[in-house]
């Protein structure tokens, strides 16, 4: 008998995101895969074409069963409803788990966001004593902070005791980032080692043709992915839009991505001609983007757990073999610096943001050309797929109670 394997996810297919490609890859290696998560809405808050909302809903994908519990809607918008996003899952998504968590050997955690979507995996933890791992993306509760939540005395007494809790009721964590271990170190059980298993890079058909981004011949900077406040977009903006006119009229901004911010900086930009909001696109036609493109730029805003979070974007950008434009800092920062992938700049500081831009528009052909040499390599080892998704089979699966 194949041993079965439980996902507890926030997002999963139709949704992208990395935890497509484990559940895939486990279900290729003949383990049963099942996954409990949401009806899908992100990143619009609006429930995907094809999808009903409610209680318990159940569907397939390639052979994984996914159940799937109520989603709160128009939660983009609301932060009253983004709360609610954050209990919801924990309630619903616990009361499956404690119908359905006995027939699984592992639990698998995907803690993409909010720390309390993955109650569900301790409560089986809890109940029937399953071998269960987190693979932390975000890191509570520094990030609930960062994203605008006052830290009184009581929502940090609180959040301390829950992350605790959490994180005592796991046999094993995975940290997306190095930075994570000294932000979760206070909060883990003795004796619990962290596991490095960082996003890999998206697979990109590179051969696809070019999209044209402009009539004319300019240097383009790309932005790709989710569009909110903590993405520091807003900076960005307002530095491109600082450039001196010889500057800006052989360049282009592009931002491609939907989010609660999109209406605000569409605003911002006041109809400059270089910055040209290209809206959410399919997946598999951003390599044309890519390719189209001479800088991406990754960027969050300069609150101390950002430093620490390396977005997923990033490996997708060294497999687009493109220069990056960081401005970020900490350990994404680290990573372009120590492995000259591109530029950095401070991403608080609007005029270093400008000159970051200057520099880039200026570079010669033969320097971008070795920051592509050393994404090639980056690839075959720190940010391979397989070497990654191996790593987390075998923490999983080699606990022993």
């Given at each position: 008998m194949p041993k079965k394997i439980l996902i507890v996810t926030e997002c999963f297919y139709p949704e992208e995101f990395k935890i497509n490609d484990v559940a895939l890859?486990?279900?290729?290696?003949?383990?049963?895969?099942?996954?409990?998560?949401?009806?899908?809405?992100?990143?619009?808050?609006?429930?995907?074409?094809?999808?009903?909302?409610?209680?318990?809903?159940?569907?397939?994908?390639?052979?994984?069963n996914i159940f799937r519990v109520h989603a709160v809607t128009g939660y983009r918008d609301s932060?009253?409803?983004?709360?609610?996003?954050?209990?919801?899952?924990?309630?619903?998504?616990?009361?499956?788990?404690?119908?359905?968590?006995?027939?699984?050997?592992?639990?698998?955690?995907?803690?993409?966001?909010?720390?309390?979507?993955?109650?569900?995996?301790?409560?089986?933890?809890?109940?029937?004593?399953?071998?269960?791992?987190?693979?932390?993306?975000?890191?509570?509760?520094?990030?609930?902070?960062?994203?605008?939540?006052?830290?009184?005395?009581?929502?940090?007494?609180?959040?301390?005791?829950?992350?605790?809790?959490?994180?005592?009721?796991?046999?094993?964590?995975?940290?997306?980032?190095?930075?994570?271990?000294?932000?979760?170190?206070?909060?883990?059980?003795?004796?619990?080692?962290?596991?490095?298993?960082?996003?890999?890079?998206?697979?990109?058909?590179?051969?696809?043709?070019?999209?044209?981004?402009s009539k004319n011949q300019k240097i383009h900077f790309t932005f790709a992915g989710n569009v909110g406040k903590v993405q520091n977009l807003e900076n960005i903006i307002n530095a491109f839009c600082l450039l001196p006119d010889g500057y800006q009229k052989k360049s282009q901004l592009n931002i491609i991505g939907d989010g609660s911010n999109l209406i605000f900086l569409k605003k911002l930009s006041n109809n400059n001609p270089n910055i040209i909001f290209h809206g959410k696109?399919?997946?598999?036609?951003?390599?044309?983007?890519?390719?189209a493109s001479d800088f991406l730029i990754v960027s969050l805003i300069n609150e101390p757990i950002f430093s620490v979070t390396v977005p997923a974007k990033t490996q997708t950008y060294i497999a687009a073999k493109k220069p990056i434009l960081a401005i970020i800092n900490g350990d994404v920062a680290d990573i372009v610096n120590d492995n000259s992938l591109g530029v950095c700049a401070d991403p608080s500081n609007v005029e270093l943001i400008k000159k970051s831009f200057e520099k880039c528009i200026d570079m010669p052909e033969n320097e971008k050309f070795k920051f592509i040499i050393n994404n090639t390599k980056l690839l075959e080892t720190t940010f391979n797929k397989d070497s990654i998704i191996n790593n987390l089979t075998s923490q999983l699966v080699g606990y022993n109670d």
């Open positions: 890859s486990w279900k290729g290696k003949g383990y049963d895969v099942d996954v409990l998560t949401l009806v899908p809405t992100y990143p619009l808050g609006k429930v995907f074409l094809g999808y009903k909302n409610g209680f318990f809903r159940k569907n397939e994908y390639q052979g994984i932060t009253v409803k983004k709360i609610f996003k954050y209990i919801n899952f924990m309630i619903f998504g616990s009361i499956v788990a404690i119908f359905i968590g006995r027939r699984y050997d592992y639990v698998f955690g995907f803690n993409l966001g909010s720390l309390t979507d993955m109650l569900p995996a301790v409560v089986i933890r809890k109940l029937y004593k399953k071998p269960t791992m987190f693979w932390v993306q975000d890191v509570w509760p520094d990030s609930v902070y960062a994203y605008g939540f006052k830290k009184t005395k009581m929502l940090s007494t609180l959040l301390d005791a829950f992350v605790k809790f959490m994180h005592h009721n796991i046999t094993a964590v995975a940290i997306s980032s190095k930075g994570f271990e000294s932000k979760l170190e206070p909060y883990i059980k003795k004796g619990l080692k962290f596991n490095y298993a960082p996003n890999w890079a998206d697979d990109l058909d590179m051969d696809m043709d070019p999209i044209a981004l696109q399919m997946r598999e036609d951003m390599a044309k983007f890519y390719k």
